[in-house]
Nanobody, 122 residues
């Protein structure tokens, strides 16, 4: 079965940068729709960035211009470059795939999830 493994989460100061990675196992990332979501304590899950099979991109308004999603097909990996981090970016970040159609920012449209990686900005 398909597995997604995230890494790269860390504790950083405001204004800092991180790169999150999501390795897809038993899935061809180049032909798959992949997205990053995040969830902070007490808050609903939020779609932050997505890339569809045609290379089309989605970004939440709150991260536009600061976060960049990309994929390396040779490594079967999708990345989330995070710049100018803010305390409100603190959350567990999840990678998702097996898109069932619909909006890239809706978690209910994805069937496979990684275990998450913690990002803390202070």
């Amino acid at each position: 079965h398909v597995q997604l493994v995230e890494s790269g989460g860390d504790s950083v100061q405001a204004g800092g940068s991180l790169i999150l990675s999501c390795v897809a196992r038993r899935l061809l990332a180049s032909t798959s729709c992949l997205a990053w979501f995040r969830q902070a304590p007490g808050k609903e899950r939020e779609g932050v960035a997505g890339i569809n099979t045609s290379g089309g991109l989605y970004y939440a308004d709150s991260v536009e211009g600061r976060l960049t999603i990309s994929r390396d097909n040779s490594k079967n990996t999708v990345y989330l470059q995070m710049n100018s981090l803010r305390p409100e970016d603190s959350a567990i970040y999840y990678c998702a795939t097996d898109h069932r159609g619909g909006a890239l920012w809706a978690g209910s449209n994805f069937a496979v999830w990684g275990q998450g990686t913690q990002v803390t900005v202070s």
